[in-house]
């Protein structure tokens, strides 16, 4: 397990042997823990050696085309690193500014498609499913790894055909209505303000003030440090003590 961990961390920060015992207590009481581990050491990381260590457009995709034409993958496909996910590859990415497309006809030939590679021989031993997680979401919206996803079986096609559901606040009698990120003390998230921003924000500034640090596995303050390992069980209590945002007040 000290090996594992070790690899994993590039041998850069030694555990000591208190936090090791401590680590394999937990893993022999309930394997499955090692991946709440993971992103606390990768977490320490910075995005560059994250991406160095993720699959890159090469390893995932055999070919992509939006409107039967095919893409220039590096170019349309924005590539950026979440903790708990990997690399991501994002098509009408916001921030990719190269490469903009408008939905101009329905069905399978205005859409876009791709032909991925599972790739599971490099499968990480307690991965126990194999599939690509795709997300379907507005482009001025950021994503987590908890955020509504569909994945996507091997030896099979998909097909995903989204719809918009717009959903209006009444706010006054009902209660405060928050539109803007610039509307509550803290948010995170770089894209446009959404509940599940805003109840992120606010539990990693509950991480923050009470083990000094901010969970690595969600966007955090720039001028915050990401926990390690040695503060996992005091992240773990911020999230058992207030991890349910229906016995906190939060904006709407």
Not at 182 to 203: E, I
Request: aromatic share 10%; proline share 4%; with cysteine.
């Amino acid at each position: 397990m000290h090996h594992v961990l070790s690899t994993i961390a590039h041998v850069k920060r030694a555990l000591s042997e208190t936090i090791v015992r401590r680590l394999l207590t937990d893993l022999l009481s309930n394997p499955t823990n090692i991946k709440d581990m993971v992103p606390f050491i990768l977490g320490l990381e910075t995005e560059e050696q994250r991406m160095s260590m993720s699959w890159d457009y090469s390893d995932m995709f055999s070919w992509a085309s939006y409107e039967e034409k095919t893409l220039q993958l590096e170019r349309d496909l924005y590539k950026w690193n979440d903790v708990t996910l990997g690399n991501c590859f994002t098509f009408n990415h916001r921030n990719n500014t190269d490469a903009q497309y408008l939905g101009r006809m329905t069905g399978i030939m205005g859409g876009f498609l791709a032909s991925l590679k599972i790739n599971s021989n490099e499968y990480c031993p307690w991965v126990d499913t194999m599939g690509i997680q795709v997300f379907v979401h507005p482009a001025e919206e950021d994503i987590f790894s908890e955020s509504v996803s569909t994945m996507c079986q091997p030896g099979g096609q998909t097909d995903i055909y989204p719809f918009m559901t717009a959903y209006t606040r009444l706010g006054g009698q009902y209660g405060t209505c928050i539109k803007e990120a610039s509307q509550v003390k803290q948010y995170f998230y770089t894209g446009a303000y959404a509940t599940d921003g805003c109840l992120q924000s606010c539990y990693q500034q509950a991480c923050e003030n009470i083990c000094g640090c901010m969970d690595p596995r969600y966007p955090m303050s720039q001028t915050a440090s990401a926990c390690g390992l040695t503060q996992r069980n005091c992240v773990d209590e911020v999230t058992t003590n207030l991890g349910d945002p229906t016995r906190s007040e939060f904006p709407s």
